[in-house]
């Protein structure tokens, strides 16, 4: 019989060197709380914008990016009934979550083009609400501290530059 040649050994399908990739940012933010920040912003949800950096080793990664949401809007009065009256006091709400995620990428598909992936992380939201003629304590500027699980798909353009979409699904107390 004629000897056996050994399986061939699949490549790897990220390289294991560490790997250092700035990213942007750009997405839409729905509000569980969608009714009051539709009273008070006129929509329930709102566009985002940041950026961060990721770093990976073979298919592991870590991130570290913010968000920021800034709308302006006007101050309400809600009854115990859900009636909405507006106060004609002008309003900026500015949210800006800090993100730390550490997740898996999967075997590519489609020829190596489309790589997946999921993660989890820590994130702290800071909520900012001011008004023009705000009296002392009306105003809001405080900080929360949750969660997020994110999961997805990067489609590699060229060797520097790839494209990914993302659902990220928050929670902060």
């Not at 550490?102 to 598909?109: D, E, I, M, N």
């Amino acid at each position: 019989t004629a000897p056996r040649r050994p399986a061939a050994r699949q490549a790897p399908a990220y390289p294991d060197r560490l790997q250092i990739r700035p990213f942007v940012s750009a997405g839409t933010t729905w509000f569980t709380a969608s009714s009051t920040f539709k009273a008070v912003l006129g929509s329930g949800q709102g566009q985002d914008f940041g950026g961060g950096i990721n770093l990976t080793q073979g298919p592991a990664w870590i991130e570290v990016g913010a968000r920021r949401f800034s709308k302006s809007g006007e101050r309400v009065f809600v009854t115990s009934g859900g009636q909405v009256f507006p106060l004609g006091i002008d309003t900026d709400v500015t949210m800006t979550p800090l993100e730390v995620a550490a997740g898996w990428r999967f075997r590519p598909l489609f020829g190596a083009r489309v790589r997946p992936q999921l993660g989890v992380g820590y994130t702290r939201l800071r909520y900012e609400e001011s008004a023009a003629f705000a009296q002392d304590g009306d105003d809001v500027d405080e900080s929360f501290n949750g969660f997020h699980v994110v999961g997805g798909a990067e489609v590699r353009l060229h060797r520097w530059v790839g494209v990914a979409g993302e659902v990220v699904w928050t929670s902060v107390a």
